[in-house]
């Protein structure tokens, strides 16, 4: 394999002494013996995406590594002094179990210290609120995250957040990469730490966030009648495995159950081969665990601690995974029905969803009067409006499909502590009005429709799978089909273009949202299809939703089956005419 003489040019740089040993014979050793995964290695530089910086760790530009990271903090470190005149600048840094995420917060810690910030360091491994929390608390003007949430134990990550405890937004993101792609040699980077600069956090921190938490219960009292139901949670190895269940039992709930060998603090992720919620196999330990202590309701944590998996007993009495989609429509409709029980509901009170999750969260709202606001994928958004909305309205809760939820505005990213506890109480809820909460989801279809959607994620991995995702994006975009699955096409919005095209009327609006490389194909048999390329992975996804009436409990399996069996078709019609 033939070397590209740019990508050469750029590794043997690697080769100066301003780099340590180790890394300049692991880049003689990739030029002599490796010419790919040098190409790998090397090819681009790591770039920020809608989560920030994310790569796989290793040697080389496009490796998550002390250089890149250092690359990245200096950048970050060079734009908040530039936007700030306080003294002195503070920042915030957590890390998750991953594999050299203390280390990478290590580097970080010290980077800032030697450009004069006041650093707030987590002594352990945190979940990604409890960074929000501290930023927010300890007035910093930015944060860091060293997480790669649920990707292969190979990755690592950084994630930046803004003075609001969000994740950065435009135009702060596109400028930190400007400050970060200045930092174009090693020299550049401070490394002179000043240790007498960073505080540690530990105990004291974690006490003031769950006291912020335990006020946002909205039945303590139902609790305590039923606090003694058994429910099983797992960290699946990762940051939520002290605070999670603490969490639990300061709202109330006595009977937590833990399975013991993922507990285990590690990068390896060693019970599981993905440690993602979203995937069945990441809680099949803990569903053995609930059989045996005939728990009534299973909770896993990613493990940066921002996205939450959930099963719950269904008619039969086997445990049933809750898709991301079903789980904010149980909290968004548990938490509007009880801010308006209390009287709580003042016609000031919104949710936020992403354009990718249920439409059933809009109709929920909208039958309570509450306002819902639709954002771009990535929780940054949702954090984005309620910043823009603090002092005129009040943020009751939001979430997006990809399992990640908000309840309340003490931090500003998606939380899955908070959504543990708030799914437990709407469990006890439901349980204090005769209900599963399976039956409390039924309810809901039958009042207000039966959405069902689904997920595909393909992978395409390396330089190659990346230009074949943005062909793929780009012939969608020249060539849109005019039928999928039998159905014509009657709407399509392109929000790189901001241009929504009704094709029936022939007419067309703009899409009052930021630029994204995201199409939306809207069916005449009112099926929608959204695609995207994912912001931190190799990935382009599709979402695909579909909805039918709901007239009677009884047909719920009939309908149920229907709507799988036309997802299953238009993942199908997708697959063969586009990804074959």
């Not at 999750?357 to 606001?373: F, H, N, P, V």
């Not at 279809?445 to 330089?463: A, C, I, M, N, P």
């Not at 020249?478 to 399509?492: E, F, L, W």
Request: charged fraction near 25%; include cysteine.
């Amino acid at each position: 394999m033939k070397i590209e003489d740019t990508i050469l040019r750029r590794a043997k740089n690697w080769l100066s002494e301003k780099f340590d040993e180790a890394t300049r014979n692991e880049v003689a050793n990739m030029i002599e013996n490796n010419p790919k995964e040098l190409t790998e290695s090397f090819y681009r530089n790591l770039e920020f995406g809608t989560g920030g910086l994310r790569g796989i760790m290793g040697t080389g530009t496009n490796r998550m590594n002390k250089y890149t990271v250092g690359m990245a903090t200096q950048g970050l470190a060079n734009y908040i002094k530039n936007k700030f005149d306080q003294k002195p600048l503070k920042a915030a840094i957590a890390f998750d179990s991953r594999n050299n995420s203390k280390f990478f917060a290590q580097i970080t810690a010290e980077i800032l210290s030697a450009n004069g910030f006041q650093v707030y360091l987590y002594e352990n491994l945190r979940p990604v609120p409890m960074l929000s929390f501290a930023i927010r608390h300890y007035g910093c003007q930015t944060g860091i995250a060293i997480t790669a949430s649920h990707n292969p134990k190979e990755y690592n990550g950084y994630k930046v957040y803004w003075n609001d405890g969000g994740q950065l937004v435009p135009p702060h993101d596109t400028n930190v990469i400007n400050e970060v792609n200045k930092i174009d040699d090693v020299s550049k980077i401070n490394f002179d730490k000043k240790p007498e600069q960073i505080k540690l956090l530990g105990k004291e921190t974690d006490d003031l966030y769950i006291e912020q938490l335990k006020t946002l219960s909205l039945s303590p009292g139902i609790i305590k009648k039923h606090k003694n139901l058994p429910i099983v949670f797992t960290p699946i190895h990762g940051s939520t495995v002290d605070i999670g269940p603490r969490a639990l039992h300061a709202f109330g709930f006595n009977n937590i159950f833990s399975v013991p060998e993922q507990d285990v603090t590690s990068g390896d992720f060693p019970t599981v081969h993905s440690p993602n919620p979203e995937e069945p196999a990441a809680l099949e330990m803990a569903l053995a665990k609930a059989k045996k202590v005939d728990a009534q309701l299973v909770m896993a944590t990613d493990p940066d601690g921002d996205r939450v998996g959930i099963a719950i007993k269904n008619p039969e009495n086997q445990f049933e995974l809750l898709n991301g989609n079903q789980a904010a429509t149980l909290i968004i409709y548990y938490l509007l029905s009880q801010w308006k029980q209390q009287g709580k509901l003042q016609g000031r009170e919104y949710i936020v969803k992403t354009i990718v999750t249920t439409e059933l969260l809009k109709d929920i709202a909208k039958d309570y009067q509450t306002d819902c606001y639709d954002v771009l994928t990535g929780f940054k958004y949702i954090a984005e409006v309620i910043r823009k909305l603090e002092g005129q309205k009040k943020f009751i809760g939001g979430g997006e499909e990809s399992y990640g939820y908000l309840i309340g505005d003490l931090v500003r990213d998606k939380d899955a502590i908070i959504s543990c506890c708030i799914i437990a109480e709407a469990m006890v809820w439901a349980k204090e009005r005769g209900k599963t909460l399976y039956q409390l989801l039924i309810d809901i279809y039958l009042q207000y429709g039966f959405y069902k959607e689904k997920l595909l994620s393909v992978t395409k991995k390396g330089k190659e799978g990346m230009e074949e995702i943005s062909k793929l994006m780009e012939n969608f975009r020249s060539n849109p089909p005019q039928t999928i699955d039998g159905s014509p096409v009657i709407r399509i919005k392109d929000y790189l273009t901001g241009a929504e095209k009704d094709l029936v009327n022939n007419q067309e609006k703009d899409i009052n949202l930021p630029k994204s490389n995201v199409i939306q194909l809207y069916l005449e048999d009112g099926s929608k299809i959204t695609m995207r390329p994912s912001g931190t992975e190799p990935k382009i996804k599709f979402y695909f939703g579909v909805k039918s009436t709901l007239n009677h409990r009884e047909d719920f399996a009939r309908i149920e089956k229907q709507l799988n069996m036309k997802l299953e078709s238009l993942t199908e019609n997708i697959r063969q005419e586009y990804l074959s």
